[in-house]
């Protein structure tokens, strides 16, 4: 069974960082394109970041704008979404996911339950 765990979110004032993990457990994730997205209240979930199996691709949605940094570990079977520069429009529920099937890490198979971030000005 597919578990996904996250942890790191939390409060942090605009201009602040947080670094969030996700644990991955119930298959070899080393195999697959893992990824972030996350829902503000009121608001459609939305892609954040992908990462494919090895780690040498990465993709970020535009709003990025090179404050944030995905990476993975296989050894660990985690993978990370260090945020810097936080502003407050980055207040979401963050969630870790998994594509297991297919390639499009824009619609994955697993997700976990979800980590909050919030933002304050």
């Known amino acids: 069974q597919v578990q996904l765990v996250e942890s790191g979110g939390g409060l942090v004032q605009a201009g602040g960082s947080l670094r969030l993990s996700c644990a991955a457990s119930g298959r070899t994730f080393s195999r697959y394109a893992m990824g972030w997205f996350r829902q503000a209240p009121g608001k459609e979930r939305e892609f954040v970041a992908a990462?494919?199996?090895?780690?040498?691709?990465?993709e970020y949605a535009d709003f990025v704008k090179g404050r944030l940094t995905i990476s993975r570990d296989n050894v660990k079977d985690t993978v990370s979404l260090q945020m810097n520069s936080l502003k407050p429009e980055d207040t979401a529920v963050y969630y870790c996911?998994?594509?297991?099937?297919?390639?499009?890490?824009?619609?994955?198979?697993?997700w976990g339950q979800g980590t909050q971030v919030t933002v304050s000005s």
């Open positions: 996911a998994v594509t297991v099937r297919g390639s499009n890490w824009y619609s994955p198979d697993y």
């Open positions: 990462i494919n199996w090895s780690g040498g691709i990465t």
